[in-house]
């Protein structure tokens, strides 16, 4: 079965940056678009980012212009750069793949990667 691992979350100050990296233990990337989502304690888990096979990419309105995401398929991996982070942006962070990029995710879910932005 398909693992998903993600890392690269860490604690970091507001306006820093952080790459987080999503990577897939079988070749899923090239065939699935891939979705970053992050949950925050007493919140509901919410989509951040969709990259499909072509590359079209979709941001949520509370962090276009500040995050990137970017995925290499010869690496199996999927990158969401993070850039002039905020406390909001605090939470765990999980990659999924789906169908097509309003689709469900398709994968059981991985352990994800905290992000803590704080002073």
């Known amino acids: 079965q398909v693992q998903l691992v993600e890392s690269g979350g860490g604690l970091v100050q507001p306006g820093g940056s952080l790459r987080l990296s999503c990577a897939a233990s079988?070749?899923?990337?090239?065939?699935?678009?891939v979705a970053w989502y992050r949950q925050a304690p007493g919140k509901q888990r919410e989509l951040v980012a969709v990259?499909?096979?072509?590359?079209?990419?979709k941001y949520a309105d509370v962090v276009k212009d500040r995050f990137t995401v970017s995925r290499d398929n010869a690496k199996n991996t999927v990158y969401l750069q993070m850039n002039s982070l905020k406390p909001e942006d605090t939470a765990v962070y999980y990659c999924?793949?789906?169908?097509?990029?309003?689709?469900?995710?398709?994968?059981?879910w991985g352990q994800g990667t905290q992000v803590t932005v704080s002073s």
């Open positions: 999924n793949a789906r169908l097509t990029m309003g689709g469900p995710t398709i994968l059981p």
């Open positions: 079988g070749n899923i990337f090239s065939r699935y678009a």
């Open positions: 990259i499909t096979t072509g590359n079209t990419i």
